[in-house]
DNA sequence: GCGACAG
DNA sequence: ATCTTGTCGC
């Protein structure tokens, strides 16, 4: 299946797709230390079918910012819980395609595994790029866990079906946790260790963070372009 | 049937 | 996610 040709499949083909990519899912350790580490997001107009998407690129663990790539482009498929990878991972492959060096790591805005049938949005890129990647979550989507304590990196495991499916970690005290889990190749414990290394004084992560910062601008940019273009005509 | 529900 | 200023709390 083409990411291209994801708005053309419906909720339950998705769903097929998913306990297909399931399959795939290797949770194993890095065999070596990562040097670079990308993050990404999209952000959108609401009503609006056109996406920005956008990656940053950091070294690590240094994470200082060595390059960008932003795609603009549009979706058909709606946003349903559980299913946001095919809305979103179209976008962030163009952007992802535009890159002139691929990180080792790419960290995703949602989750890893930390879903129903643990293919998040951050499962599903790192598969379809064959990447390694973690996903830093805002929200909970599924899994039971207890509030972990208010001091910085305070943790506590997030299980579901008996299984531990994620971490929601303190990343700021007084501010309410994320949730962390491996998407791919990369373990749950390397993938806490690694977020955790890219706090930089926010409740997120830097990779994130960043990113976000990215397509919010590229999509104000592009706003303001529209507005200058009716301009010119009066 | 009811509540939950990434971005 | 996005729309948006001030404001309560650490």
């Not at 306990?19 to 795939?24: E, F, I, T, V």
């Amino acid at each position: 299946m083409q990411p291209s040709q994801y708005e053309h499949l419906t909720p339950a083909q998705a769903i097929a797709y998913q306990h297909d990519l399931r399959r795939q899912i290797n949770l194993s350790p890095l065999d070596k230390p990562i040097q670079t580490v990308g993050g990404a997001d999209i952000s959108f107009n609401k009503y609006s079918e056109v996406v920005y998407a956008g990656i940053v690129l950091f070294n690590y663990p240094e994470l200082k910012v060595i390059g960008t790539a932003t795609a603009i482009s549009k979706t058909k498929f709606p946003y349903i819980s559980g299913l946001l990878a095919f809305r979103e991972v179209p976008a962030l492959l163009d952007a992802w395609n535009k890159l002139e060096v691929k990180p080792d790591l790419m960290v995703l805005d949602g989750q890893g595994i930390a879903h129903e049938r643990r293919t998040g949005i951050a499962t599903h890129f790192g598969l379809v790029t064959n990447t390694p990647s973690i996903g830093s979550a805002k929200s909970r989507l599924t899994g039971r866990y207890d509030e972990p304590g208010n001091h910085l990196f305070d943790q506590s495991p997030m299980y579901d079906k008996g299984e531990v499916i994620g971490i929601a970690l303190r990343s700021k005290p007084n501010c309410n946790p994320i949730y962390i889990s491996p998407g791919h190749r990369v373990s749950m414990e390397q993938s806490v260790q690694i977020i955790k290394n890219c706090i930089r004084g926010y409740r997120i992560p830097e990779p994130t963070r960043q990113a976000h910062l990215l397509v919010n601008k590229i999509r104000i940019d592009d706003g303001q372009n529209l507005n200058q273009q009716f301009t010119l005509f009066d």
